[in-house]
């Protein structure tokens, strides 16, 4: 059984997500994504990325507001992580707390290669975008 009550208050202070390397899109066609993902990413060695971060800026679950926050904590992507600090919207509205977040990674920080032959083809940086919720 979930204990909301230390769930909250670890969230107060602390931010993780998890997400599939195959959720990434934005690709030409659906070739270019597989290729991207079984020989770049190699997403079935290193199917997820995953962040774990402690909060720099207070937010108050208990009222209706937004805010704008930062997070220092590790992103990790092909097995290697780094730390980063990122910047998140926060809202709570009616007890749902929805978070949004957007950063770039650079494929290089994260020792993956792209041949030569196509790297005009394929972005030496990537924008991540997430959104989630989570009900109070």
Same mark, same amino acid.
């Given at each position: 059984?979930?204990?909301?009550?230390?769930?909250?208050?670890?969230f107060?202070?602390?931010?993780?997500? !998890?997400?599939?390397?195959? =959720?990434?899109?934005?690709?030409?066609?659906?070739? !270019?994504?597989? /290729?991207?993902n079984?020989?770049?990413?190699e997403s079935? #060695?290193?199917p $997820?990325?995953?962040?774990?971060? #402690?909060?720099?800026?207070?937010?108050?679950?208990s #009222?209706?507001? =937004?805010?704008?926050?930062? $997070?220092?904590?590790?992103?990790?992507?092909?097995?290697?992580?780094?730390?980063?600090?990122?910047k /998140?919207e &926060? $809202?709570? #509205?009616n007890?749902?707390?929805?978070l949004?977040s =957007?950063?770039?990674?650079?494929?290089?920080?994260?020792?993956?290669s792209?041949?030569s &032959?196509v790297?005009?083809?394929?972005?030496?940086? &990537?924008?991540? =975008?997430?959104?989630? !919720?989570?009900?109070?």
């Open positions: 059984m979930i204990n909301w009550k230390e769930l909250l208050t670890w107060k202070i602390n931010l993780r997500f !998890q997400f599939r390397m195959r =959720s990434f899109n934005g690709f030409n066609s659906a070739l !270019q994504q597989e /290729h991207f079984e020989n770049y990413l079935d #060695k290193f $997820t990325a995953t962040y774990v971060g #402690k909060l720099l800026d207070p937010i108050d679950l #009222k209706d507001a =937004s805010y704008q926050v930062r $997070t220092k904590g590790i992103f990790t992507i092909h097995g290697v992580g780094m730390e980063r600090i990122l /998140h &926060i $809202t709570i #509205k007890k749902l707390l929805l949004r =957007s950063f770039i990674i650079s494929l290089e920080d994260y020792n993956i792209i041949p &032959i790297n005009k083809k394929i972005a030496e940086e &990537i924008n991540v =975008s997430l959104e989630a !919720q989570l009900r109070l």
